[in-house]
């Protein structure tokens, strides 16, 4: 049974740049969550994906844009990239829409800005 | 908005000892989820407890138990039997029940939980 897996692993760009992370649900579910994880601290919420449509958004820019395939697997995109947007990308899912289902998470994208 | 304090950045236990990490929460709201994650270095985010907060019983899984003071706000993770593998970055999470699913979690800083073979 796979879990969440993301892609890549370890990305470099540059500021000014545009970057898209790539997320597949554990096998059943279908919300995707993301969130973004500075260096010593915990994940911050970016945004939810639930049914192809974002459900709840986090103190995130406009930047910060995602979308969800009908296989419930997911992408975040960040446009115009700062140094500040460095940090570990985690993707989480869970299933079926309910407040009751844990999420489980993937190993993450380490996202560095130049 | 809800926020999630983790007052020790770091802790170190001998190992088969007893630890036990705080977690103190701020919220309006009667309907939640609480929950402590481990992250290894390895980076994945691995669910270790978690109590619903209409439950007034203690969840335990294992060497990992809470106590869970709703009145107080407060949401410790005590670890018997410490064991090489428990080291890691610990965090405590918080979400709502109002939003059916829809919310995020809300973490803490983490505490970094040191194993002294």
């Known amino acids: 049974d796979a879990g969440v897996t993301q892609s890549p692993t370890h990305l470099i760009k540059t500021r000014g740049q545009q970057v898209t992370l790539r997320c597949s649900p554990k096998?059943?579910?279908?919300?995707v969550s993301w969130y973004q994880q500075a260096l010593g601290q915990g994940p911050q919420f970016i945004f939810q994906?639930?049914?192809?449509?974002?459900?709840q958004r986090g103190n995130f820019p406009d930047r910060f844009s995602g979308h969800q395939f009908p296989n419930y697997s997911s992408e975040l995109n960040v446009n115009a990239l700062l140094l500040g947007d460095s940090a570990l990308y985690l993707c989480?899912?869970?299933?079926?829409?309910?407040?009751?289902?844990?999420?489980?998470f993937g190993d993450g994208t380490r996202l560095s800005i130049l | 908005a809800q926020t999630v304090t983790q007052s020790q950045p770091e802790m170190s236990v001998q190992e088969a000892e007893t630890v036990t990490l705080s977690c103190t929460y701020d919220?309006?709201?009667?309907?939640?989820?609480l929950f402590w994650y481990k992250q290894p270095p390895s980076r994945q985010m691995i669910l270790v407890i978690r109590?619903?907060?209409?439950?007034?019983q203690n969840a335990t899984e294992n060497r990992f138990s809470v106590n869970f003071q709703k009145a107080a706000k407060s949401f410790s993770l005590k670890i018997s039997d410490s064991q090489l593998g428990d080291a890691a970055m610990y965090f405590c999470?918080?979400?709502?029940?109002?939003?059916?699913?829809?919310?995020?979690?809300?973490f803490g800083k983490g505490t970094h939980l040191i194993i002294q073979p």
């Open positions: 999470a918080y979400r709502s029940a109002a939003g059916g699913g829809a919310d995020g979690l809300t």
């Open positions: 109590q619903e907060a209409y439950k007034q």
């Open positions: 994906y639930y049914e192809e449509e974002e459900r």
């Open positions: 096998s059943g579910h279908d919300t």
């Open positions: 919220t309006s709201e009667s309907d939640y989820y």
């Open positions: 989480a899912s869970s299933g079926r829409a309910s407040s009751n289902q844990p999420q489980h």
